[in-house]
């Protein structure tokens, strides 16, 4: 498996992030969407079995999702 090219990571909490990156495996990409925790401060993030991924053709759809929900969320706060 190729090294992974991290697109975001989103903290959760001190020992735990949500890590967004591009993957290949097998000759072919993926988004992956995991868990990782630390137990070093954040010196090293290691991942869990906790995850997503989606290949490049479910990303249209995970996008509608989330515009969806940004409406939604829009729509809440009137």
Do not use: C
């Amino acid at each position: 498996m190729a090294d992974a090219k991290l697109l975001a990571a989103i903290e959760r909490s001190d020992t735990e992030q949500l890590q967004i990156s591009i993957s290949e495996y097998k000759g072919k990409s993926y988004l992956n969407m995991r868990i990782f925790y630390t137990t070093d401060d954040g010196a090293t993030w290691l991942p869990t079995k906790k995850g997503v991924t989606f290949t490049p053709e479910q990303l249209d759809l995970l996008e509608e999702a989330i515009q969806e929900a940004r409406k939604e969320f829009m729509s809440e706060e009137v």
